[in-house]
């Protein structure tokens, strides 16, 4: 849990969640996997299971202990609608979000659908709180659905993270997206953008 992150975008990171597993070619070189396996079996540390999902109870109340307002992204290291996170625990995160809303929040997924089944549930009769953003992420025009899942969510607001953006996309309908995000992968054996943007090396 990174309250300094690295990145651009965010204030810091909150893990109530690590580890995932693939399920599009967006994930075949994820730097979190990466990150977690280095450390795998590595007594008394965070990521001694590797990359392997894991639930950490004891991390839920982290948000209400940081009172400075931030801006949180949610589950940098796991994907927060895995399908092996157990609804429970999944309306404790949120629960935890809802309560400790000085903070703004940034959930990422590559599982839009569920996404969008599980805020049409939660919030049956209204939109998600404007402090809980939703993003989706877009590698190429094959995931290009997943912008319709969110579309279709009742996300007080919604972005997209175009990265690692690996090929072509058409014109994208950006009707209810607040913020779009776009790079090119990094790390060992990155697949290159093309400067064109309009296609990326196999």
């Not at 990150?35 to 839920?60: C, H, I, K, S, V």
């Amino acid at each position: 849990m990174n309250v300094n992150s690295a990145t651009e975008c965010t204030d810091a990171t909150w893990n109530p969640v690590t580890g995932c597993t693939k399920i599009s070619r967006g994930c075949d070189r994820c730097y979190a996997e990466r990150f977690a396996e280095r450390w795998r079996a590595g007594p008394g540390r965070n990521y001694e299971q590797g990359f392997d999902l894991r639930l950490w109870p004891n991390r839920l109340d982290q948000p209400s202990r940081w009172r400075k307002p931030r801006k949180i992204f949610v589950n940098s290291m796991s994907d927060l609608f895995h399908r092996e996170i157990e609804r429970g625990f999944l309306d404790r995160i949120f629960d935890a979000m809802e309560q400790a809303d000085w903070h703004r929040y940034q959930i990422l997924t590559k599982r839009s659908s569920l996404m969008r089944n599980y805020l049409r549930g939660r919030y049956a009769n209204g939109r998600a709180p404007s402090h809980i953003w939703y993003g989706v992420t877009v590698e190429d025009q094959r995931a290009a659905d997943r912008i319709e899942h969110l579309r279709d969510a009742p996300a007080g607001e919604g972005f997209l993270s175009l990265e690692p953006l690996l090929g072509p996309l058409d014109a994208l309908e950006l009707r209810g997206i607040s913020w779009v995000i776009a790079d090119g992968e990094s790390g060992p054996g990155a697949r290159h953008l093309k400067k064109s943007l309009g296609s990326a090396d196999p």
